[in-house]
């Protein structure tokens, strides 16, 4: 157990359909962060929350709309996704990243087809 | 947007060898990370380096930070089937806005 849990482990989705990807930490971490992790490349930042507020948005297309409903808890909401948009999605949290880094979740596996 | 190189991409060697693996960058970081990534797992942080020259050891493992604080090295002596896993760096970067990862280095230790 990491500390920070991301449910489901694996999506299946059409592109017609939307979901959510579930993100919940109780390490008392204050900032927040949605990554896309493909094959082959670096790990890609999407989103970052800092006190529940969105600071950063990684010019992260419209279909991919986050919430941050208070400091414990992450949501991704999917919608009209492309096929392109398969990957794994990482959620990780931190309180003073320079020194302790991030603490990551196991990933939600997302096929979209 | 700071990028960081890794090599070699893929790394597979035998039980007991030892290895190194490669972090690069033409800018400067104000520090640098390593993780070790396992399949159907998310990164787990290794190591935190601030100061350019930096040696940190952990076990079987030492990183170090290059002078100039754009590079960084990961040793590892007589590794073991459970190092295998993806090996990430991500650097901090100057603005203290982002932490950049690389694209890893995948090892395989084989009994």
């Known amino acids: 157990e990491t500390g920070v849990t991301q449910t489901p482990r694996h999506l299946v989705m059409g592109m017609t359909n939307k979901k959510s990807l579930k993100c919940e930490q109780h390490?008392?971490?204050?900032?927040m962060y949605w990554y896309k992790q493909s094959a082959k490349k670096p790990l890609e930042l999407m989103f970052v929350?800092?006190?529940?507020?969105?600071?950063e948005n990684n010019s992260v297309p419209s279909r991919f709309s986050p919430e941050c409903p208070n400091s414990s808890h992450l949501f991704l909401h999917l919608h009209t996704l492309q096929p392109e948009d398969s990957a794994l999605y990482l959620c990780?949290?931190?309180?003073?990243?320079?020194?302790?880094?991030?603490?990551f979740g196991s990933g939600t596996r997302l096929t979209v087809v | 947007t700071q990028l960081l190189e890794q090599s070699p991409q893929f790394l597979s060697i035998q039980e007991g060898e030892n290895l190194t693996v490669y972090c690069n960058s033409s800018?400067?970081?104000?520090?640098l990370q390593w993780y070790r990534q396992e399949p159907g797992e998310g990164p787990v942080l290794l190591v935190t380096?601030?100061?350019?020259?930096e040696v940190k050891k952990l076990k079987r493992l030492t990183f170090q930070f290059g002078d100039a604080r754009k590079d960084s090295s990961l040793h590892i002596t007589a590794a073991q089937p459970g190092d295998t896993g993806l090996y990430l760096c991500?650097?901090?970067?100057?603005?203290?806005?982002?932490?950049?990862f690389g694209e890893g280095t995948q090892l395989t230790v084989n009994p």
């Open positions: 990780a949290s931190s309180q003073d990243r320079l020194i302790y880094g991030y603490t």
């Open positions: 390490l008392g971490h204050n900032a």
């Open positions: 929350y800092n006190f529940k507020e969105q600071t």
């Open positions: 800018s400067v970081f104000s520090s």
């Open positions: 380096v601030v100061t350019g020259g």
């Open positions: 991500a650097g901090e970067e100057t603005s203290g806005s982002r932490l950049t």
